[in-house]
């Protein structure tokens, strides 16, 4: 079977952005070297004198998130602080900022922090990395994904490689690899890996040579820390405490739904991630039984920590003679009859107990009830119609894609593995089937039996008496199923490209819950969610699995936005489902995208008259004719307009951060004043050697902590563990073995805590010179420009402005490249030159105006009877206002109209992006003749008034390419009285004014 080889848009603006955003934090940071090394000497980031300064940082990040359109202004640099893991040392390393990158699922969110990796060390030499992950799902995802990317990053890169060296904890050899090697390397691990002081990296290894321990090496490097979902890995103290041992230069955060988002860079939210079609449209199709409510069924959805603690039932409620399906609120002593009403429900159903910590209810009678059970009857008939739905779906959809070179995949979560893999498993033989029952009426499966398309993916453990795998439940608790879920993981992750093959009839995935993260698949197109009780993977995370745009048969993303639909088969209602989703983007702190619709709500259907009539046939054929376009450079008025640009911008200067701080030994001094009946009261002395002195008297018990009482992690281990006598024979016993009498007082020295003054510290200018790389075959890559007419604006620099490509090459490069870019944009937008290209037609008219078009979360509106569809999309309030007091109102007008399909691409130089335009219109002018108009609204009257440069170079392109096709084009706003005249032509003002 040949191997599908995935392909990478290098150019995707939205990850270049969140990509620069990370690497312009260190602007003017000169080049680390990288000087070659024996023996066992690490290779560090940056040298254990130095320090990313905070006042300067905090420029830094201002500046990055003010490009970014971040309003909010940061008062202070956040930043990481406290202990190492406790057993592991006391000590309290540096604190270091993490700063947080927040991409919708489906995005690339991997790509962009494995070519950050590149960038910050081709930019600033950094060389060590470690990425973090929270689950063994996502440590497989992220190696397979270094896998695909290696040959891309190598081309964009000169060649260059980071390796990828995956953590393991038998081979602690590795860690001495990563820290040593003087090339670019990245550690993968899972939080798992290091977050115990009883794990191999904190003991002594036969693998590595003299008295340092395998973390150890790892702190030398002052490594670059990824998070990876940092929302299900730094949660605890403890994992926290872990990552701060290994003495972080800095921390990048990636996710869609953080937690919490220090120092914010970038942020491409699931909004704005619908709107630019970068992910999947989503509709949902509900599917649940008609309530047999004389069957028992009671669910635990959840349990709140109060006081008091509550539990969130599901169950049967009658209300007014009437029984419905609703959710209770319980909480200890609560009789669920008095909620309910069922009679059921009225023999002991008092609650004993609510255990947060299990997540469980226990009633009076002894009924049990935790999160992801539930007292139910199968519902063999809901599995049976999502199963068949889902197929239905599947071969439909199969149908559609196949002439765009598309595989479709579908995703079934089960709750229960031997749902699938027992003798009589329930959803393995309704799935069979409804497959053999469907594929009679879908030629492309009449060949295939229902075991050649279906796969599970599910862990596997060995048998102890006869060393048989079988497959199991399991959400990774031991190291036997972690190792089970990792062998399951690697299998699906070398599958992922054979299954987006049509060489491979496998199309049909079925998963065990437990695979909510770290797995995706470009093609999956359905996701059927078989539980029969409360499912515990968050609607986000389900979704997530099948977010990204497809692949075809080349490995190329396919970016029509009616092709990448992912439908949603879910075990409950429509309603519930589309609101549960709306609720968990909003409880994550995003502003929810449109909510999916019901298949047929998303359906637009093209009116055969419009369609089939001559003023569409003709206006079209007018619309559909090549064009090719010619560049023309005015060289000397370019290089006038890029040194004049050069002039006006700010080069960064390369930096040394200098960090002054004194020495500070601080004595502490505990005494004991007086005990009695378990409570004695001690005194607490503090002295430094800068002369600072504070005294506390404080009052303890069993149990209390100075180090919290005082915020002072210095004294932390000085938590009472009891306090036995009274009077002159009282001892207080601390928990790290300390003993405190009357007569004995406890005393120590300790420099912990010393921290970097801030102020006082400079930062200085480098008057250095490095050597400089050849920026200009960089920039000819980069523009369209030729070396001779860069070198010719490097010339027509001041000698103050050349002197930055010496003291700070990098920073000068990005500069010089980003102003020519912009002025080569606005030179050649305004001197482009359109000519007929009589070889053929642009586009297929049936591809782009089918009979059905599908917008699962799009907005629509009705488009009145002159739209060329009965419905029609909206991307914005002004382009409804001109539908609606335009196009609706001036039917009289108005022969017929539509919008763009996205596929319509007038082709435009790079540099420039192509072009989508808005709508086109037959239309009559003033008397009786026929128009044939584009128009593009947009919110402002004036181009230069636009809300992106790149708007306005495009509108000036497509004028000069619709003026050689003959057609009226013009840019309007909705409010224009007269629509249809030409630009210039005499207009009385606004419509509504």
Known sequence: MSKLQFKFDPNQNYQLAAIDSTVRLFEGLPPQSREFTLGDEAVSNMPGA???????LLERLRAVRESNGFTEDLMHLEKEDGFELDGVSNNSPEPFPYFTVEMETGTGKTYVYLRTVYELSKRYGFSKFIIIVPSIAIYEGVKKTEANTRSHFESLYDNEHVALIPYDGSRQSRVRNFATSTQSNILIMTIDAFNRSTNNLYKPSEQLPGERLPYQYIQ?????????????IDVTERARSAIRTLHPLFGLRYSATHRRSPNLIYRLTPVEAYRQNLVKKIQVIGLTSSDNVNEKFLALESVTLGPPITAELRTFVQQGGVARESEVTLKHGDDLYDKTKREEHRDGYIVEEINAAEGSIHFTNGIRVTIGDALAPSRPQVFQAQITETVRQHMETQQLLHPLGIKVLSLF??????NYTSERGLIRMLFD???????AHYPAFSGYRAEDVREGYFAKVKLKKDGDEIAVDTEGRTSAERDAERRAFELIMRNKEDLLSFEQPVCFIFAHSALKEGWDNPNVFQICTLNQTV?????????????????NQNGERVTQDDVNILTVIANQKYETYAANLQREYLEDGDDAPPPPKKPHESRAYHRNAIYNGQDFVDFWKELNRKTSYRIHVETEVLVKEVADRLKRVEFPETVVVLTRGRFIITEFVIRLDKAKRGAATITLEIKDTDGRTDTTQLSVIARADLARIKNDERIRGFKVQEIVGEGDDAVVKFTNGEELTRFQAISFRTEKGQRSSDPPTEVLTINNRYPAFNFIARAARETLLTRATLNQIFRHLPDEIKSHSLRNPEGFAGVFIAAIREVVA??????????????GTAHDVATLFPEVKMFPQKELTDSGQRGLYDKVQLDSDVELRFIENVLRCQEDRVICYFKFPPLFKIEL???????????????YDDGKLRLHIVR??????????????SEGRKITCAARHFKTLGISYRHITDKQLRWWADEGSPDPGNMFD
């Not at 130095?50 to 300067?56: A, F, H, I, P």
């Not at 089937?433 to 594929?439: C, E, G, I, V």
């Open 50 to 56: 130095e320090v990313l300064l905070d006042s300067w």
């Open 220 to 232: 030398q490097t002052r490594p670059i820390i990824i998070l990876d979902e940092p929302q299900s």
């Open 413 to 418: 979560f089960i709750d229960r593995v031997a």
């Open 433 to 439: 089937k409804a497959f053999n029952n469907a594929k």
């Open 535 to 551: 499912c515990e993977i968050k609607k986000r995370q389900e979704i997530g699995r099948g977010l990204r745009l497809a692949v």
């Open 826 to 839: 606005d030179h050649i937008a305004a001197r482009i030159e359109f000519i007929l290209d009589d070889s």
């Open 909 to 923: 130089p790079k540099i420039i992006g192509n072009y989508n335009p808005d709508w086109g219109i037959v239309c």
């Open 936 to 949: 593009e609204t947009k919110g402002a009257a004036k181009i230069s008034a636009l809300q992106f440069p």
